[in-house]
């Protein structure tokens, strides 16, 4: 048990349509990142906060977003669901850019149908 | 593009042998390697974590790290069915953390 936290854990979406996942860090935690990982492979980055601003960014569309609150937790936003979407989003919380040792949530699995 | 390359396997070991799973990866400005283990369905579990050239043993885990050779394993000794997952090496330099496709791992009772 990391104590990184993710909601929800399943959701099932059509093409088109837009999702908000979220993720709270493990407490004393300033650093989250989200990764995509789709089947058979290894987590992709998609971006990372740091004390509410955005700190780095994978090679993902604009139409992932996100946000960090002074609560250092988070939200991942897509808009325009695309079938590939369709993927396990782990969100990971780690103390300071600098502690690259990051604990992930159990993630949500998106199906864009 | 900064890589890091696992075989997929599935390397399959009998119970209580020494599994031994491998990574390579690219950019030679890493700085921090880890081991993560996943169950299917499930999220990584962080493993081991190695910093500087040399063997790190924590428990049944030993790993392994060459930055000359760009090269980093996992030793896991008296191999048991729950060690069966996919062990996925990730790498972070002065970028965000690099997975690989991960190793899966069956170990045979």
């Known amino acids: 048990e990391t104590g990184v936290t993710q909601s929800p854990t399943h959701l099932i979406k059509t093409r088109g349509q837009q999702v908000t996942l979220r993720c709270s860090s493990q407490?004393?935690?300033?650093?989250v990142s989200w990764y995509q990982q789709a089947l058979g492979q290894g987590p992709q980055f998609i971006f990372q906060?740091?004390?509410?601003?955005?700190?780095g960014r994978g090679n993902f569309p604009p139409r992932f977003s996100g946000l960090q609150f002074p609560n250092y937790s988070s939200e991942l936003n897509v808009n325009a669901l695309e079938l590939d979407d369709s993927a396990l989003y782990l969100c990971a919380s780690s103390w300071e850019i600098s502690k690259n040792i990051q604990y992930f949530g159990a993630g949500t699995r998106l199906s864009v149908l | 593009q900064k890589e890091v390359e696992q075989n997929s396997g599935p390397l399959s070991v009998p119970e209580g042998a020494i599994a031994s799973l491998n990574c390579t990866y690219s950019d030679r400005g890493s700085q921090s390697f880890f081991w993560y283990r996943q169950y299917s369905g499930k999220s990584p579990e962080l493993i081991m974590s190695?910093?500087?050239?040399g063997d790190k043993e924590d428990g049944r885990f030993t790993a392994q790290l060459n930055k000359a050779s760009q090269y980093v394993s996992l030793l896991i000794r008296d191999s048991q069915p729950s060690d069966s997952a996919t062990y996925l090496c990730a790498v972070k330099g002065n970028t965000p953390l690099v997975f690989g496709k991960g190793t899966r791992l069956s170990v045979i009772a």
């Open positions: 190695i910093y500087s050239n």
């Open positions: 906060y740091y004390r509410e601003e955005e700190n």
């Open positions: 407490s004393g935690h300033n650093t």
